[in-house]
């Protein structure tokens, strides 16, 4: 039974953030979400209410969530964490990284926005300076026997580019759209991330989210006595996420054949390469467990001030590139007035 009212992601953070902090006063889970059910709207008071059901039916808390709709990340939270026993801590850090997640998503649509709104008007504005004012120019130039200044010169250029530049990033959208719908979907899912973290720029920040979702539940799991070797089966059995069988049972093969963890790690490029130095480390210190969960608190840190860097730099290259299309629409139109004041 698939529940019709879908939950937006910081509805879903701020239910197991809920939950936690429950749990950790010694509420059971099944109290937890009955108590919380009091504080939902009433769309979201009958999902709740399944919950329970399912709960006492003896079904996987993971396994309600994915029936409600839950996002995959935190329904893998949630596994590991049914695995561990850690669930009131689990709980928060899901809900505080989903958090900071559609926070990030969030400046950077606020940060996008109104420049790609004055690109547009922009745009539209240089189409009619370019298709309507600047003909009129050039004909009466060419009437007068003047020669067209240097910035007309350059926008009828760009001018007549400009649809061909369309024409191609159209061309490449139904390409892309192609290899996503005919190959890319087919690929197995460590292909598919070891694909996307291969595009520049885009790969090494979802490498870094791979990495930190990676360390932390391999800590959760160490932590709570387990082996590497129990730990990355618990990986495999999951079956709700295709990735984390996948990267179980090729960790899993591996090990039985002799290999140590750091030396798997070190070649996959879905991690960061700092992470076979901390498995290495830490099994050194015999602290395996609290070096990934610092580890994956890096990550995350790293992941946020390398996106408020870029951010500083998407909104003012932006700002001068359209400022510059406006000063040469500008001057195009200026200039001419002046020139055909010297033809006279």
Known sequence: MKMKNRWLISEQALFLKRIGELLERG??????????????????????????????EGFPFYRVLQEIGFHPTLIGYVYFAEQHGGLAHSFIEASKYMLNRQKDKQELIKLLTYPIILTVITLILFLFVDRFLLPQFTSLFRSMGLESNLFT????????????????LLFLFFVLLLYYLLVFRKYPAMKQ???????????????????HYFSV??????????SIFEAVSLFENNE??????????????????????????ETQMLFSADLAFIIRHGQRNGRLDQELYFFSKYCMNTFQDRLNRLLKYIQPTVYCLVGLLIISMYLSILLPMFHLMDGI
Request: proline share 2%; net charge neutral.
């Open 193 to 211: 991330k070891n694909t996307l973290i291969s595009i520049p720029l885009f790969g090494s920040f979802y490498q870094l989210l791979l990495t």
């Open 240 to 265: 709700k996420n295709q990735f984390d069988q996948e990267i179980g049972c090729f960790l899993k093969e591996q090990l039985l054949r002799g290999s140590s963890l750091e030396e798997l790690i």
């Open 27 to 56: 509420y059971s889970l099944a109290e937890s979400i009955e108590s919380i059910s009091y504080q939902m709207k009433e769309n979201k008071k009958a999902q709740v209410y399944y919950c329970v059901t399912l709960l006492k």
């Open 217 to 226: 539940q391999l800590s959760y799991l160490l932590a709570g006595g387990l």
């Open 153 to 168: 010169k350059i926008i009828l250029v760009f001018g007549s580019f400009l649809p061909i530049l369309g024409y191609l």
